[in-house]
């Protein structure tokens, strides 16, 4: 399995060789995120979609990158850093290069993979966008929140339609249909509703499933052609119902480790027409098992126990399957890798056991299985007594048949006759027939709950003892041997347990379960009488070894016993770490082939066959150091020799010293919960669990005792380092203060000299400054000279206007006298006329008397006829007034449009006012500072002037005063001679007279 760390980089290769993922796995590269700052930390990737090509995949971590990922082209991009985490993510849209993500702050924006910009930005939703369904033309997207979902239309990015439900209900998800025009919503009361995209129309909703499950849905998957609707939840029944017919046709019951579903998906196929019979569903586990719908069998799985899936999405053209795992990193399987056992042909193993039979035997080979018992040669001369004996065997291998009945279907003697035709079992086989001949239990609770315990704390420091590179299998290691130890307390103290379990644990990493129960099925079985003189090596299984030794190999042994050497260092190490370090990988599994397909006493022969066939080099070794070295590395040795020396040896041992006389036969594990083991002496183990538990308080003292020890003399060290960095502080500070005395010595020599070339610098520029000021003191006398000339002439200038404009002053003056007379002459022909006036005025008020009356009489006419006609014009004056108001309504809304429109034009006049305003304003401030000083020049003339005017004024207060009693004469004469007038017009006689004596007088 290839991996890939993203690290900072935006963009690379996502393999650097070609992949070729396992058939067991099915993994073609693991891709994981971690950062680089100062503090590394796992960036987790959360959601994952891919296009519709199923080629190129875009994942986002909770960070806001956005990762996109080309398995055609083994390259992957960083598209974009949202910032945020993403909740949702969605390809397929109209433009191939666009995608919609859900961010944590409810919004969801469109980007774009090739210009990386921000297309839309739509909001909306009130809590966290959990789905994002695009419909199949993508124009069309559905956005679905536990509140609500709204439908947007991907062109406009505009909401077209919002689902709104009570609280109480809640939607699960609401999703379109593949290749066709229907949305399906399905709310957490379980019911389904299908609806038409366009209309929102409700075609039709699903009846309820049966009550007899209490199933509440909370994933759904659907068939490519839309036909198959899968729903699951908290429970290991899965529903699948037939949209067409709109009923449940099907209730699928899981395997009893799965209690709860999260997510469904089907598989697709390109020969299927979109009907799609694989289903993956992904347990609480972590485990995504992938089952035929139709025929209800397991076809793969993928994840573990240890490595467990968070979510999963499967590429359009079901190529590909893209998991995130629960430790935040992305695996890439590939369906094809994963499919390729369901594919291939019946197993070969059927084959061979067929072809069997057919097979020419030889003599031996004859007698061999006549002797064993497997065929039966019927005799030709021999009598009844020959029958019955057949007879006999005939039962005895019925009997036999039916113990070596394994499960799964495997018969143990056919495995074995398989085994020694050659010599191993197949490879792609070998793990299901050793989970067959060891008849596992797999008790899944029975194990959950030792691993519920938690890491055994005589583990907690395993890596300090035995360093292993993987952490992942140093891990596995430490939960199998924790598991082990809780299941008895005598696998706590075993000092040579990790090295018995280590290969079972490297087989088997990716399924604890088989580990453990494998490694207990060991120790149950072939680890017989090894704890009854704990702690000490089993002398008992050792003193078998050496006498089988002795009886095979009296040379060797007595070599052996020449150079001090015991049965616990020729056989011990062999059997402690059961032959893995002695032997490549592929001899030993070729070796437990034989050991786990025979009786215990097997795994004994080999020890004394191993020795027996390195005789030549053991018998070369003199040292002890010789011996240790060959029985703790891989030696040059024929392993397939091995073997047959050691079926020589079950053979041809003698019963008494035979190690299966002293050996029970194989015993299963019991199914539910594993026996209880107590093969062990139980006062050693408590005595140890004591003198543990007392060494382990005299330690904790030790090491408080030390640990205040140290603290003390880390206090002294540090005093005493404090007090050294004190004095050389002391000395540096005494160092420093003379050399900064010399510095400040230099830089007062260097201040003094700078100080006289600045007082150098200053006169110069004091010499500049006064040769400035003199020039400028003489442009500035000019200048006001030439001021003054300008002044002058302006105001001669303004003396010439002045004196044009006092004569054109006098000789309007005198045009309005000559006007004046005028106007006197014309008032003395308008009294003339007065008076001819005052005469007919008399004979005007008589006829106004006359013409009174004759209006007072018509009014009375007239208010009588307008009481008459009061009745008649009331209703007309209604009508008048309604209409006048109606007319001054419509008036009125047409002055407030007129006045609206002249307040707009008025604003915009304003504002084009205000800016000419400014302009003239700052215009006339201009002109105001030159006029001041123009006026501050003219007022001297203007006190002149003033004088002038004065005696001037006083000649015209003169005139006027002539002329006021001039025209005071004048106006009382004219008076006079109206009394005259009058009292004539009023006494003709006596005013006559008075007038004629005037006249004389």
Not at 100 to 127: N, P, Q
Not at 143 to 154: E, G, H, P, V
Not at 275 to 298: A, E, H, P
Not at 641 to 663: A, F, G
Request: net charge positive; charged share 25%; glycine share 4%.
């Amino acid at each position: 399995m290839q991996s890939t760390d993203l690290g900072n980089k935006e963009s690379g290769k996502i393999w650097h060789r070609k992949p070729s993922p396992a058939t067991r796995d099915g993994i073609i590269v693991n891709i994981i995120h971690n950062t680089s700052d100062y503090h590394p930390k796992v960036l987790r990737f959360l959601n994952v979609a891919f296009d519709g090509t199923g080629d190129c995949l875009i994942a986002g971590d909770h960070q806001g990158n956005i990762y996109v990922f080309d398995l055609y082209g083994n390259r992957f991009n960083l598209v974009q850093r949202t910032a945020q985490a993403c909740t949702a993510l969605a390809f397929n849209l109209r433009r191939k290069s666009e995608f919609l993500v859900a961010l944590a702050d409810y919004s969801i924006k469109c980007f774009d993979t090739v210009t990386k910009e921000l297309v839309s930005w739509m909001r909306g939703h009130e809590s966290s966008v959990f789905s994002i369904s695009v419909h199949a033309s993508g124009k069309y997207a559905i956005t679905t929140s536990s509140d609500t979902a709204q439908l947007w239309d991907l062109d406009t990015f505009q909401r077209k339609r919002k689902l709104n439900i009570r609280q109480s209900v809640g939607i699960q998800k609401v999703f379109f249909l593949p290749l066709s025009n229907t949305i399906l919503s399905c709310f957490k009361d379980n019911s389904i509703f299908a609806w038409e995209c366009d209309t929102l129309f409700c075609k039709y909703q699903l009846p309820a499933p049966p009550e007899s499950s209490s199933i509440l849905y909370k994933v759904f998957a659907v068939t490519r052609d839309g036909r198959i609707l899968a729903a699951g939840g908290k429970s290991n029944h899965l529903h699948l119902w037939c949209l067409e017919a709109r009923q449940l046709f099907r209730i699928i019951q899981m395997p009893t480790k799965v209690r709860a579903i999260r997510h469904l998906e089907f598989l697709p196929d390109s020969f299927d027409a979109g009907s799609n019979q694989v289903l993956g569903v992904l347990s609480q586990d972590g485990i995504m098992r992938f089952i035929n719908i139709q025929t209800c069998k397991l076809l793969f799985e993928i994840g573990s126990l240890d490595e467990g899936i968070s979510s999963s999405v499967i590429s359009p053209h079901g190529r590909y399957i893209a998991s995130i795992m629960e430790n935040g990193s992305l695996n890439i399987y590939s369906v094809q890798a994963l499919t390729q056992e369901i594919n291939k042909p019946p197993l070969p193993l059927v084959k061979v056991i067929e072809d069997l039979p057919k097979k020419k035997l030889s003599s031996s080979d004859l007698k061999m299985k006549v002797t064993s018992g497997r065929v039966q040669q019927p005799a030709k001369s021999r009598g009844s007594k020959i029958q019955t004996r057949i007879l006999k065997q005939d039962l005895t291998g019925d009997f036999e048949s039916k113990k070596n009945e394994l499960p799964d279907g495997l018969n143990k003697k056919c495995l074995q006759i398989l085994l020694k035709g050659y010599g191993e079992y197949p490879t792609k086989y070998r793990m299901f027939i050793w989970r067959s001949l060891l008849q596992l239990p797999e008790n899944h609770t029975a194990f959950s709950s030792l691993i519920d315990k938690g890491t055994h704390v005589t583990f907690l420091n395993l890596q300090k003892k035995y360093p292993i590179k993987s952490r992942k299998l140093l891990r596995v290691l430490q939960r199998t041997l924790s598991a082990l130890a809780h299941w008895s307390v005598i696998f706590s103290d075993t000092p040579y347990l990790p090295l018995l379990a280590f290969p079972f644990v490297k087989l088997f990493q990716n399924n604890q379960l088989i580990c453990f129960e494998v490694i207990a099925t060991l120790i149950i079985n072939w680890c017989q009488h090894w704890f009854e003189y704990f702690p000490n090596p089993p002398i008992n299984i050792l003193s078998m070894i050496e006498n089988v030794l002795a009886f095979h190999d009296k040379e060797l042994l007595q070599h052996f016993i020449d150079h001090d050497i015991t049965s616990q260092l020729y056989a011990w190490p062999l059997l402690e770490t059961v032959f893995s370090e002695v032997l490549t990988r592929e001899e030993w599994l070729k070796l437990f082939d034989n050991i786990f397909s025979n009786h215990p006493s097997f795994l004994l022969m080999t020890v004394v066959a191993y020795n027996i066939c390195s005789r030549v080099p053991l018998l070369n070794c003199n040292l002890k150091d010789d011996f240790e070295f060959f029985f703790h590395h891989r030696n040059n040795l024929d392993i397939n020799v091995v073997i047959r020396q050691v079926y020589h040896l079950m053979e041809t041992t003698p019963t008494d010293i035979h190690p299966d006389s002293m050996l029970n036969v194989f015993v299963a594990l019991t199914k539910g919960q594993y026996p209880v083991f107590n093969q062990y002496p139980k006062f050693i183990v408590d005595y140890q669990t004591q003198e543990r538990e007392r060494i382990r308080n005299d330690e904790l003292d030790y090491l408080r005792e030390r640990q205040t020890v140290e603290d003390m003399q880390a206090e002294v060290d540090q005093q005493r380092v404090e007090d050294e960095a004190w004095y050389q502080k002391q000395e540096l500070l005494r160092k420093a203060e003379e050399t900064r005395r010399e510095m400040l010595l230099q830089e007062e020599e260097k201040i003094i000299q700078q100080r006289q070339r600045l007082a150098a610098v200053k006169r110069e520029l004091k010499v500049k400054e006064m040769h400035l000021q003199d020039a400028a003191r003489r442009r500035f006398l000019k200048l006001q000279q030439d001021q003054q000339e300008m002044e002058l002439r302006r105001l001669d200038d303004e003396i010439g206007r002045k004196v044009y404009m006092r004569d054109r002053e006098i000789a309007a003056t005198a045009r309005d006298l000559e006007m004046r007379q005028l106007e006197l002459e014309s008032q003395k022909r308008l009294y003339e006329k007065n008076l001819t006036e005052n005469q007919a005025a008399v004979a005007k008020e008589m006829r106004a008397d006359a013409d009174a009356y004759r209006r007072k009489v018509d009014l009375e006419e007239h208010m009588f006829h307008k009481l008459i006609e009061a009745g008649e014009t009331q209703s007309q004056k209604t009508q008048k007034v309604i209409k006048e108001n109606l007319a001054k309504a419509e008036q009125a809304c047409l002055n407030t449009d007129w006045q609206i429109q002249s307040l707009h034009k008025q604003k915009c006049d304003d504002l084009q006012r205000n800016k000419c305003y400014q302009e003239v304003a700052k215009l006339l401030r201009e002109n105001r500072r030159k006029e001041i000083e123009i006026l501050n020049a003219m007022v001297e003339q203007e006190a002149k002037k003033w004088k002038e005017a004065e005696g001037k004024e006083f000649c015209l207060r003169s005139a006027k005063k002539a002329s006021a009693l001039s025209d005071a004469s004048r106006k009382w004469f004219l008076k006079q001679e109206i009394n005259a007038a009058v009292e004539h017009a009023e006494n003709p006689c006596h005013k006559g007279s008075g007038s004629v004596t005037q006249a004389g007088v």
